[in-house]
Each structure stands twice: as C-alpha cells, then as structure tokens.
C-alpha cells in the first residue's frame, strides 16, 4: 500500500522560509516523478512544482518560481519542497503526490495523495 507522508507546515510571517518532507511508502519510489500542489480554502487545488523520477528536471509554476526548490531523495524516498520569501498568498494546504504520467502540472496525472500540511503565512 502506497502511503505518503507529510511535515514542515506551520505558521510563519511574510518573509520567512519553511521547508516542507514527504516520505513515501513506495517499493519503486525511484521510478516515479513527484508533485507538490496546494489548496487555499474556496480555490481549486493548484500545481506548484514537480520534479522527474531520476531528480534532474524540475518545474515550478510561476507564482514560486525562483522562491521554491523541489528536490528528491530516492535513498531516502523522500521528496521536498524548500520554500523562501513566503508571501500571504503562499497559504494553503499542501499535498505531495505521486505521478502517473501525463502532464506532471494536473493533479489528475498523480494517483496518490498525502493527507496534507497546513502553511500559513501570516503577519
């Protein structure tokens, strides 16, 4: 059974940084790309960055480019996201999942979902 595991949200100011694990359950964890997507009460569940099975191609939507880092650990069978410079906007709760294939930016190209961390960003 694929379990995935989230940790690292809290409550920070503007500004601050948190950086956020997803340890997987997965047998095979190293032959599969991982996403991180978000959900702000009333919105839709957004993208927010992807990283290949094999760890050297990465993607980011544009409003964390530049402020988030995904990386993966396939020894480990973690995946993570370093977040700098939180913004108000940065909060929501935040999902890893695994992919399946397809457009690594929908969540419909994943098939397993952690339960979720909260990140608040707030002054």
């Known amino acids: 059974q694929v379990q995935l595991v989230e940790s690292g949200g809290g409550l920070v100011q503007p500004g601050d940084s948190l950086r956020l694990s997803c340890a997987a359950s997965?047998?095979?964890?190293?032959?599969?790309?991982m996403g991180w997507f978000r959900q702000a009460p009333g919105k839709e569940r957004e993208f927010v960055a992807a990283?290949?099975?094999?760890?050297?191609?990465?993607y980011y939507a544009d409003s964390v480019k530049g402020r988030f880092t995904i990386s993966k650990d396939n020894a480990k069978n973690t995946v993570s996201l370093q977040m700098i410079s939180l913004k108000p906007e940065d909060t929501a709760v935040y999902y890893c999942?695994?992919?399946?294939?397809?457009?690594?930016?929908?969540?419909?190209?994943?098939?397993?979902w952690g339960q979720g961390t909260q990140v608040t960003v707030s002054s």
């Open positions: 990283i290949t099975w094999h760890g050297d191609g990465t």
């Open positions: 997965i047998l095979t964890f190293a032959t599969y790309a």
């Open positions: 999942a695994r992919s399946i294939g397809g457009l690594i930016t929908t969540p419909r190209s994943y098939n397993y």
